[in-house]
């Protein structure tokens, strides 16, 4: 039985008395769709086409889901078998109606579970009656932003997968319904699958309720989610690898498919791959989301992938079998070009174990009529495991007649109902929505057409295939003319003559096969056949290729298929084929025949010249894939510059087969020159035969001086032979060769002006791109037609030069001085990774220079000294590129600056360098600033910058500039005292607009009086902030440093105020002043302590701090003053300065404290000298036994008297002296009277009071104490009433004193007398 298509009707619009039925039986489930689209109009609004409109089981057309009869019986087809197009096969078994259009429609295996979905809403209906089980929402139903329909796809376990298993195992495994929601709003990122898992077909279609319950409670649905990517996917497919395991397959909107494997118990995925296209090694292919996938379940085999995938450089769409388990290929098939494919599905092979097939529709897409043709449906099978399309083969082409239809979708049997090899289901749109025909194609008999291709390419069995054409397809009538299939006997000749030919062996069994074969398609070609004509040139265009890539590698080799082999079969061929040509003069196909003969002429001629090259003068040259491509002479000059062979080059130019080489086709030969050539090889035959035979605006000198430039670029990235030397070499001889050309045109009177006019025309029009022409890349693709400079083409065919853009005409001359400067950088210590020859134009002098600059730092940091050599070098380079290096520097401080935002010190210490190689004083500033303010903004502690800055300020011209230095100088001394003093990070938090926090900060200062710096930091700060008082801080910081524990503080507050003298006198005096007055202050409260013995040591040491303080500042001052001029109180500093030195003397001799208004006062002044004296008291005790004590208590009481009477001239105003002396010396007198009137007299004696008048005050206190104590003598005598006592002892000692005091009355105290006390006391 031939072939044949069967239509399935399509139902009747339901009528409202069966939509009421079906509503009312559907009520609980359908209510949940209220809220979806009106129309169909509305639910297609944003464009979203009705994919997978129909499956297997049921058939969506518009909003009704109609189920129809699974396959067709054996007896059906008996019945039926005289039957024509557009009879019946099947009725509609159900019909549901919804309230929106049904966009995607999918079923399991079984059929016994239809999942369906319209824009909003997903739902499962049984497969025995369409009553709807359950409904779920998955997109917004006022949702306008849709970009894509929803997607639904059934994985059920493969009967390929169930073996052994019986049927309680089978049915353990569950169905699983993918669901793809639609992407809103153009979200790609979010995750959009769901997955309802446990889905039991038997149990929802039972008709006992608990059963039915049980199914429809055990059901899950969980969100699919991915670990490694959360990528919106627009189609997943999806097969279980394991009971428990499904391998997903997910596309998503860039083309790239990924790979999960998905546990149905755990509800977790494992990644696998990211991108499958380019794992399997298609990186450049993007799968063809339109076609979608499948997964091929019929191999007994294993489980494969089926999906198309397109190559958008060459056009090409390929089919493609991945190993669902290895994720590798399989077998592929690429279809015609200009053919886009509309649908692909799987179908059972009738040799399972070994084949695979699919069945795809297409439409033309180059056809250039106003109405397209319709499109076609084609059935392929192809070896498992075989590559490229000579292991595939096309079985059918069906062919649609109505000239509306647009597209074609195809929907193939589950395996359980694949009862026949081949068969499908199709169904026809004529807008991409709206169902026209839905047609079931059964292969029948004629199906062994894929036996046939099975014995061709898996067996090599010809004659096999040959009788089951003749003997059982020859009985096979297609009644239908839309089913056509290309598998005649002719085939077999053709498939005959291509295994002789990829299985030569140089012996007359191959020769012979393959003649006889090529004789019986000339024959049938001959006779007009069609079959036997197309097969005919398929031979020819097999020939034209032979031998295939990888058949032949060395000349020499014994089974290899030799030159000689290839021209006597080439010969023969191109006789078979032009008898036909000369047959066949008024066949369409007579132009391509004679095309295919002068292909097989020049190829002919190709392999002659290589046969007379290979064996010139001796030598052979190694023959390779490229060779044997070679289909002209033109082309195998361009294949031996490409293989290098040079001298063979040269050779064929100078045969007779190098008459045809033209100057074009010469210098496109010199295009293919491998750029990994060594140029001293191929030099001499480039400057000495190829540019001479140009002329000046030749575009092909243009053309190989750009590859001269690409070259160049390639041998100093790469590296190979001598670098950048090899570039200069080769720049330089391309460039004398044409100036030698240039020098000879221009020698030759006789070049007419026409000629002259022509070549100049030719030059201007003719300016051909370097990257368009595809020299550089390898080829170029130009309307379809794929032109490469390794392909034997001639010039005019292989080079298109028309609206190109233009080539410079200096490119060689500019790139040997880019050459020869790249060589001077890296001399100065450019590195090659940072610059090379191929982007030296493009990044310029000025990043040359940078680049330099910043090597510069690199040496200068590991070696400081080399510094003004590397910079002078550097700035050498510059100038003598004409390149501003003050500007270049700026330039890399940015590009610093910009680079280095994570590690600002680092940053600051080459911006600091940079700044100190300026030349210019303006880009120094500009530098400098950039410092300042990057430093305030660091993390880390900027170093100390104010240097830099100040000379910075200095160097300013600019007002502006100046002024900002200013400013950012102002807050980084700000910014780096605050991370000095309250560490890094507090300057987050101070505010330099609050004056408070100004204020603070000096306070906080001037408590680190251990800092060297405090008052240099002080003082910038007070510049900082105008607000605060010079005096009142520096006053604060010397009053907190002298009263402040440690020792040297005497020294710090001198050199304190030496620094403030420096800085400003009149500051210094101020602060001195005020300064003083506050030690005045502490002596006072002192003194105070010290009476009241409150913490009087602590008083003692504090006064004594504060003394030796104030004369080191007075020291200062009067030192300052005299050499400065500028004391406004020289005498009062002088003055303070010696009473301050008395009070510390006194401190530290005497222990003795003083405050500065008692250091001036007589009876202060008369209490320390009393004190000083007083020890004479304890020496005259010591000295009053006999007469060798006065001796004694003279030598004893002389020091004493000496060192009270200096205290006493140090302590008083010259005119108090005397006064004060002797009321001193007076009051201890007097009180040694007491013990001893004759150590009281020689007292007076030792002091000088018997000398002089001036002490009459002291000698009469002498006499009257002696008065006195002779008075208390007596009158304790006479009281006396003890019997013990001796009473002359007293007397006697009364009598002493009042002698002694009559002595003293007349010979001293008279003599002493005033003048005018003397009168009253005589009378």
């Known amino acids: 039985m031939a072939a044949r298509l069967r239509r399935i009707p399509l139902p009747a619009p339901v009528t409202a008395a069966e939509a009421a039925t079906t509503s009312s039986k559907n009520d609980d489930r359908a209510s949940s769709n209220k809220g979806c689209l009106d129309d169909e109009r509305a639910a297609l609004a944003n464009d979203i086409e009705t994919k997978n409109s129909f499956c297997y089981h049921a058939i969506a057309i518009g909003d009704t889901v109609v189920g129809n009869l699974s396959s067709l019986s054996e007896a059906d087809d008996a019945d039926r ?27 399991n295996s079984s059929g016994t579970v239809i999942a369906s979905a319209t824009a909003t809403h997903v739902s499962l209906l049984k497969g025995h009656d369409g009553s709807i089980i359950a409904t779920r929402q998955i997109t917004q139903s006022n949702d306008d932003q849709t970009v894509m329909g929803p997607g639904l796809v059934f994985v059920s376990l493969p009967s390929n997968q169930y073996g052994s298993r019986n049927i309680e195992q089978q049915s353990a495994v569950k169905d699983v319904l993918v669901v793809v929601c639609p992407v809103q709003g153009g979200d790609w990122d979010t995750n959009n699958i769901i997955v309802i898992s446990n889905i039991d077909g038997e149990a929802l279609n039972s008709s006992d309720p608990q059963r039915f319950r049980e199914g429809a409670t055990n059901m899950s649905i969980d969100a699919l989610c991915f670990d490694s990517n959360n990528a919106a996917a627009t189609l997943v497919e999806g097969v279980f690898i394991s009971d428990d395991a499904i391998r997903f397959f997910v596309a998503h909107k860039s083309g790239r498919i990924s790979v999960y494997d998905y546990n149905v118990i755990t509800k977790q995925c494992t990644f696998v791959t990211n991108d499958l296209i380019n794992q399997i090694g298609m990186g450049t292919w993007k799968y063809e989301e339109q076609v979608g996938m499948s997964i091929d379940t019929y191999l007994n085999r294993g489980l494969f992938l089926v999906l198309a995938a397109s ?3 060459n056009e090409v769409t390929s089919i493609g079998w991945i190993n669902v388990l290895d994720l590798s290929i399989s077998a592929n098939y690429s279809i015609t070009v200009g053919e886009k494919l509309l649908s692909l599905k799987p179908l059972l092979s009738n040799h399972s174990d070994e084949c695979v097939a699919v069945a795809f529709s297409t439409t033309d897409t180059t056809s250039r009529k106003k109405r397209a043709e319709p499109p076609k449906v084609f059935i392929l099978q192809s070896l498992l495991g075989k590559m490229g399309s000579g292991r595939s083969q096309i079985l059918f082409t069906l062919q649609t007649t109505d000239p509306n239809v647009r597209t074609v979708e195809i929907c193939s049997p589950p395996p359980m109902f694949a009862t026949e090899a081949y068969s499908f289901r199709f169904a026809s749109k004529s807008n991409g929505v709206t169902l026209n025909v839905y047609k079931e194609f059964i292969a029948g008999q004629q199906g062994k057409v894929g036996t046939v291709h099975y014995l061709l390419s898996a067996k090599n069995d010809f004659d096999g295939a040959r009788r089951i054409i003749t003997e059982e397809l020859a009985t096979c009538s297609v009644y239908d003319d839309v089913i056509s299939t290309p598998i005649h006997k002719s085939l077999v000749w053709l498939w005959e003559f291509r295994h002789a030919l990829s299985t030569w062996n140089n012996g007359a069994s191959s020769r012979d096969e393959y003649q006889q074969s090529l004789r019986q398609l000339t024959f049938g070609a001959a006779t007009g056949d069609i079959q036997f004509t197309e097969n005919l040139t398929a031979a020819a265009e097999f020939m034209l290729s032979w031998p295939e890539k990888g058949s032949n590698s060395v000349i020499a080799e014994a089974s290899s298929v030799s030159l000689h082999d290839i021209q006597s079969t080439l010969s023969i061929v191109y006789s078979e084929i032009k008898k036909v040509t000369d047959v066949l003069r008024s066949s369409p196909k007579q132009s391509y025949l004679e095309e295919l003969c002068r292909k097989f002429y020049k190829r002919s001629r190709a392999i002659q010249g290589l046969e007379s090259v290979a064996n010139l003068d001796g030598s052979q040259i190694h023959l390779n894939d490229a060779y044997l491509e070679v289909d002209s002479i033109d082309g195998l000059l361009s294949i031996l510059v490409s293989q290098a062979a040079f001298r063979s080059a040269e050779r064929l130019q100078k045969s007779e087969y190098g008459k045809s080489l033209t100057p074009d086709s010469i210098s496109s030969a010199a295009l293919c020159i491998p750029l990994h050539s060594d140029s001293t090889k191929f030099l001499p035959w480039l400057c000495d035969l190829v540019i001479p035979s140009l002329h000046i605006g030749h575009p092909k000198l243009d053309y190989i001086r750009a590859w001269t430039c690409k070259a160049a670029d390639f041998y100093d990235e790469g590296g190979i032979f001598n670098g950048i030397k090899s570039s200069i070499d080769l720049l330089t001889a391309v460039s004398k060769a044409t100036s030698k050309l240039y020098v000879a045109m221009n020698s030759m009177p006789a070049l007419s002006m026409d000629v002259m006019s022509e070549t100049l025309s030719a030059s201007n029009h003719h300016r051909p791109s370097v990257l368009k022409v595809g020299i550089i890349r390898g080829r170029k693709i130009r309307q379809g037609r794929i032109f490469s400079a390794q392909r034997g083409e001639s010039a005019s065919s292989s080079t298109a030069i028309e609206h190109l853009e233009n080539i410079d005409h200096d490119c060689v001359e500019q790139k040997l001085n880019a050459a020869l400067r790249l060589t001077r950088a890296r001399e100065l210590g450019m590195t090659k990774d940072c610059l090379t020859l191929s982007n030296y134009e493009s990044k310029g002098d000025q990043f040359v220079v940078r680049e330099l600059v910043k090597s510069a730092l690199i040496r200068t940091s590991s070696d400081p000294s080399t510094s003004a050599l590397v910079v002078d070098s550097v700035k ?30 680092h940053y600051l210490h080459d911006a600091k360098h940079l700044a100190q190689w300026c030349d210019s004083p303006s880009v120094m500033c500009l530098i400098v600033l950039s410092m300042l303010q990057k430093a305030l903004v660091s993390i880390q502690r900027p170093p100390d910058l104010s240097q830099i800055a100040l000379s910075a300020i200095e160097a300013a011209t600019d007002d502006c500039i100046k002024s900002e230095l200013k400013e950012a100088a102002r807050l980084l001394s700000i910014d780096y005292l605050v991370r000095k003093y309250c560490g890094n990070g507090a300057q987050e938090y101070f505010r330099v607009s609050n004056t408070t926090h100004g204020i603070r900060l000096v306070q906080h200062v001037c408590r680190h009086v251990d800092v060297d710096s405090v008052l240099r930091d002080v003082l910038i700060l007070c510049d900082a902030f105008k607000d605060i008082s010079l005096v009142n801080v520096c006053v604060s910081l010397l009053e907190r440093v002298m009263i402040s524990r440690g020792s040297g503080r005497v020294g710090q507050c001198a050199h304190i105020m030496t620094e403030l003298y420096t800085r400003d006198a009149s500051l210094a005096e101020a602060v001195g002043g005020r300064t003083i007055s506050f030690c005045e202050g502490v002596l006072e409260d002192c003194k105070k302590l010290i009476l009241q013995d409150s913490f009087a040591a602590e008083a003692k040491r504090k006064a004594t701090q504060i003394a030796r303080v104030a004369c080191s500042i007075l020291s200062v001052m009067v ?20 009473q301050f030195e008395i009070i510390a003397r006194l401190q530290k001799e005497r222990d003795i404290f003083l405050t500065l208004s008692e250091s001036g006062d007589p009876s202060s002044s008369a209490s320390v000298v009393l004190e000083v004296l007083k020890p004479i008291i304890a020496v005259s005790l010591a000295n009053q036994s006999n007469e060798e004590s006065v001796d004694n208590l003279h030598r004893e009481i002389k020091p004493l008297i000496r060192n009270a009477k200096s205290w006493c001239a ?33 007292l007076l004696e030792a002091s000088g009071c018997f000398e002089s008048g001036a002490h009459f005050q002291s000698i009469v206190a002498v006499a009257l104490t002696l008065c006195n104590e002779a008075i208390l003598q007596t009158h304790q005598l006479s009281k006396s009433m003890l019997p013990n006592e001796n009473p002359s002892n007293a ?11 009559s002595q003293l009355l007349r010979e001293h105290v008279i003599s002493s007398s005033p003048t005018d006390a003397l009168p009253t006391a005589l009378s």
């Open 81 to 107: 078998s005289d039957e024509k197009d557009g009879a019946d096969v099947s009725s509609p078994a159900w019909q549901t109606k919804f309230d929106a259009p049904v966009l995607t429609l999918t079923s």
């Open 311 to 313: 190559n958008k450089s």
């Open 876 to 905: 050498q380079f510059a100038n003598d590129l004409h390149v501003d290096f003050d500007h270049a520097m700026h330039q890399y401080s940015i590009e610093l600056s910009n680079s280095k935002k994570d590690d600002i010190p």
């Open 1119 to 1138: 030192n300052e003053g005299k050499l400065r001029d500028v004391s406004t109180n020289y005498a009062g500093s002088l003055l303070r300065l010696k």
């Open 1210 to 1242: 140090a302590l008083c105003e010259s005119s108090k002296v005397g006064k004060v002396w002797s009321y001193v010396v007076g009051t201890i007198a007097s009180q040694i009277t007491k013990t001893s009137g004759r150590n009281a007299s020689i």
């Open 1291 to 1301: 007397a006697l000692t009364a009598m002493k004193n009042m002698a002694r005091a």
